[in-house]
């Protein structure tokens, strides 16, 4: 069973694509400091590393021709919550396009395109429908729902929205739960307790697993990477220093409150609740919900990747920021794994 796998990102949904039996193929991703991160974990794949507007679709016939699948997460953009919300006057909105050419070429069984959930939304529902249409066009019945990783197992609370199409006939639904919970205790306790500017290149697992969840992101690694805290200033690590376990900027003396819009600011994330959406400026306690639940400092890149639910034999290359962008981006794997394997059970009855 083989996937192609479009504005790839780091890979979340090629890593639950993998985990459900599938082989990728082919990748496209154009940030090249993120897309030598997708090579690294993924040794096997032919991966593009060009924008998708600049490339002739055609010259990968080769690998069209093999897909059963193609997956893919278009810019998103024109329809984040953050800035504007453009609408069918950003160009932005329309890297869908690209997905529906290479489904054209390619006509694999299935194909899932995923984004964030205003895609359903913005212009009264004129992206959702055009995407649905065209692809109906095409030959392909389309389900679309809005999904939230936490009913996956996914310690975290995070709302996809997610195109399922089928050649034919729709023999599949998306799911929407595996009645799995998870916490950020669950998730993060057995990593080492460093403090503010602490960390090296790799730890060796100190003790068993605490939950279930750890072992399962453990999955035959033998220690972690990618575990290095902030350095934060003496005021912030003051200001933290403030903060009890489960409480947030309210306990805060007036002096260090401060006028940051995002919410979840200065607050810490509560052990045995799933974590707020991590984007990709979890290092700062001024940008999100990103605290760690005891200790004076926010997040590190292995915690966020425990809590997107990525494996710890999973590494992430570049500079820190390319890192926090890697993994604040991607799509949570256990997440794609649920659809992946409901898509595998098809392919599987029809060999």
């Known amino acids: 069973m083989k996937v192609i796998d479009l504005f790839a990102g780091v890979g979340g949904l090629s890593q639950g694509f993998i985990k459900a039996g599938f082989e990728i193929i082919l990748a496209n991703e154009y940030d090249k400091e993120i897309a030598e991160a997708y090579k690294f974990n993924h040794r096997n794949t032919k991966v593009i590393t060009e924008d998708i507007r600049d490339v002739n679709i055609a010259d990968w016939l080769p690998y069209l021709e093999q897909a059963d699948v193609v997956i893919g997460g278009p810019p998103c953009q024109g329809f984040s919550q953050k800035g504007k919300r453009m609408n069918i006057d950003d160009d932005r909105n329309f890297m869908f396009k690209y997905f529906i050419e290479v489904v054209k070429l390619a006509r694999p069984r299935f194909f899932l395109l995923e984004n964030v959930p205003n895609i359903t939304t913005t212009s009264d529902g004129f992206f959702k429908n055009q995407i649905i249409e065209e692809f109906n066009n095409l030959g392909y019945e389309v389900t679309n729902k809005v999904l939230n990783s936490v009913n996956f197992g996914v310690p975290q609370q995070r709302k996809r929205a997610f195109f ?19 916490s950020v205790k669950d998730a993060i306790y057995d990593l080492p307790f460093i403090q503010s500017g602490e960390g090296k290149d790799f730890y060796e697992y100190d003790g068993k697993p605490q939950s279930d969840y750890q072992k399962l992101m453990r999955n035959k690694s033998k220690g972690i990477y990618n575990h290095f805290a902030t350095k ?37 994330l509560k052990e045995d609740e799933p974590a707020a959406t991590i984007t990709t400026r979890f290092d700062t306690p001024s940008s999100g919900l990103f605290t760690h639940p005891i200790l004076n400092r926010c997040l590190t890149v292995r915690e966020a990747a425990r809590i997107q639910s990525f494996d710890d034999n999973f590494i992430f290359t570049g500079n820190k920021s390319s890192q926090m962008k890697q993994v604040g981006n991607a799509v949570p794997p256990l997440m794609a794994f649920e659809i992946a394997n409901r898509i595998s059970t098809i392919l599987k009855q029809s060999k």
């Open 232 to 268: 934060h200033s003496k005021i912030a690590l003051e200001r933290l220093s403030l903060i009890p376990k489960g409480m947030g900027k309210e306990v805060l003396p007036q002096e260090h409150r401060t006028k940051s819009i995002y919410s979840g600011t200065w607050s810490r």
């Open 164 to 182: 399922l199409g089928q050649f034919g006939k729709l023999d599949i639904e998306l799911p929407l739960t595996n009645d799995k919970r998870t």
